[in-house]
């Protein structure tokens, strides 16, 4: 079965910044996207960002564009998420999501916490 690792998030001030990573481990080849994911408390689960590994193409939401950036290391089978500018508003636990196809994996999420 497909397994995601997620890591790096901690507590960061407003302005700060973290890199999220996401390792991806039993699947083999690029045909397939990552996507990162957020759920604050007593909210939804939100979309984020996501990167298709095999050609790179990207998809923001309109409250991270300019702030955040997702990028692949295809070699370590890794997605990062560079985080920017972070407000108490992003404060959530992240996510990140393996989809090909109609296969949907789940990672088990890193918190972020943004203080004021």
């Known amino acids: 079965d497909v397994q995601l690792q997620a890591s790096g998030g901690g507590l960061v001030q407003a302005g700060g910044s973290l890199r999220l990573s996401c390792v991806v481990s039993g699947f083999t080849g690029d045909d397939y996207a990552i996507g990162w994911y957020r759920q604050a408390p007593g909210k939804e689960r939100e979309g984020v960002s996501c990167i298709g590994m095999d050609d790179g193409s990207t998809y923001y939401a309109e409250f991270v564009k300019g702030r955040f950036t997702i990028s692949r290391d295809n070699a370590q089978n890794t997605v990062y998420l560079q985080m920017n500018n972070l407000t108490p508003e992003d404060t959530a636990v992240y996510y990140c999501?393996?989809?090909?196809?109609?296969?949907?994996?789940w990672g088990q999420g890193t918190l972020v916490t943004v203080s004021s």
């Open positions: 999501n393996f989809r090909e196809g109609w296969t949907n994996y």
